[in-house]
Antibody, heavy 127, light 111 residues
Framework: QVQLQESGPGLVKPSQTLSLTCTVS??????????WSWIRQPAGKGLEWIGR???????NYNPSLKSRVTISVDTSKNQFSLKLRSVTAADTALYYC???????????????????WGQGTLVTVSS | QSVLTQPPSASGTPGQRVTISCSGS????????VNWYQQLPGTAPKLLIY???QRPSGVPARFSGSKSGTSASLAISGLQSEDEADYYC????????????FGGGTKLTVL
């Protein structure tokens, strides 16, 4: 059974960089044709996809966040990470990591969904 | 504002059948499959329906999904109190180099 666990600082100052790590257990992050995603949810609001990474290092980002986001992977540690630069209060949210399932073309999949999720970690942006 | 449009709320009484709609466009629902997630209070979202109408192992058969054109629906029959949750639709969108889009979520209340 795959499990994902987010970790990182719960408080980040405005204009600084938010950094989170997702540790995958119960299987190798490199096995299978999976992408790995970050998703966030502001309090009382809906879900927003941040971006994804393949174990080769290939990434895709939400167009609205692309200029501030970097997602990386460390297969030796079975982890992938999120960096969000120049944060503001609007970036305060619960951040989830997830495993992606897809079919069709990896760049333009016909089917794309998240089958395993972490429990989420709250990040507050405040001075 | 979410790319996919859902009603903000829905309600029903125990045993009733309720449906939640999700409207999109040609670049997402119109050409891709739709997924539904259930988020119980204080928990992470859980995959409920994938590829329009497929249920993951462990999801009761009273949850079903359908898609027509650029719209999709989630139906819950035999409504139970434990179904009270937020429900989100989602799909891949092939515009702007491709990305995942979500609906704004529907809060289901069991009266």
């Amino acid at each position: 059974q795959v499990q994902l666990q987010e970790s990182g600082p719960g408080l980040v100052k405005p204009s600084q960089t938010l950094s989170l790590t997702c540790t995958v257990s119960g299987g190798s992050i490199s096995s299978g044709s999976y992408y790995w995603s970050w998703i966030r949810q502001p309090a009382g609001k809906g879900l927003e996809w941040i971006g994804r990474i393949y174990t080769s290092g290939s990434t895709n980002y939400n167009p609205s966040l692309k200029s501030r986001v970097t997602i990386s992977v460390d297969t030796s540690k079975n982890q992938f990470s999120l960096k969000l630069r120049s944060v503001t209060a609007a970036d305060t949210a619960l951040y989830y990591c997830a495993r992606d399932q897809w079919s069709g073309s990896s760049h333009n999949p016909t089917s794309y969904y998240f089958d395993y999720w972490g429990q989420g970690t709250l990040v507050t942006v405040s001075s | 504002q979410s790319v996919l449009t859902q009603p903000p709320s829905a309600s029903g009484t125990p045993g009733q059948r309720v449906t939640i709609s999700c409207s999109g466009s040609r670049s997402n629902i119109g050409s891709k499959t739709v997924n539904w997630y259930q988020q119980l209070p204080g928990t992470a979202p859980k995959l409920l329906i994938y590829s329009n109408n497929q249920r993951p192992s462990g999801v009761p058969a009273r949850f079903s999904g359908s898609k027509s054109g650029t719209s999709a629906s989630l139906a819950i029959s035999g409504l139970q109190s434990e179904d009270e949750a937020d429900y989100y639709c989602a799909a891949w969108d092939d515009s702007l180099n491709g990305h995942v889009v979500f609906g704004g979520g529907t809060k289901l209340t069991v009266l």
